[in-house]
């Protein structure tokens, strides 16, 4: 079975790339340019896992990951945060704080990238179990 992917990111340069390696690793990608709109894609049709950039305008990633950990639908869905903004151990301490389940910063290389998604996987299966 196909992971469904929700990839969130105000540039479309990011979104491109990522949906890209994404789909090349068999995934069904879903794209959203901010949060809010995020979260409505999400509720609509709930993704295997969420990969969301965290400064973004009408809703940042820190909202839409705040959102989804209080939505009895989305908060078991593994959150994935990848920026360049934020960057510091304070940020990622607090996106952990807020339910995230990785901090990864950008760029990465594409083979370490899916390998921290299988594993975000595999941890959140035992979780499930």
Not at 45 to 66: E, F, Q, T
Not at 116 to 127: G, R, Y
Request: aromatic letters at 8%; one cysteine or more; a negative charge.
């Amino acid at each position: 079975m196909k992971k469904a992917v929700l990839i969130v990111d105000d540039n479309n340069t990011n979104l491109y790339l990522l949906k890209n390696l994404l789909e090349g690793e068999g995934m069904e990608v879903m794209t959203a340019e901010n949060g809010k709109d995020a979260l409505n894609k999400a509720r609509a049709k709930p993704p295997d896992i969420i990969i969301s950039d965290i400064l973004m305008p009408v809703m940042d990633g820190y909202a839409l990951c705040r959102e989804c950990k209080l939505d009895e639908r989305l908060k078991h869905i593994p959150f994935v945060f990848y920026t360049a903004t934020y960057t510091e151990p304070k940020d990622e301490k607090f996106a952990s704080s807020i339910g995230a389940d990785r901090f990864i910063l950008k760029p990465q290389e594409p083979d370490v990238f899916i390998d921290i998604l299988k594993k975000v996987w595999q941890e959140n299966d035992t979780k499930t179990r």
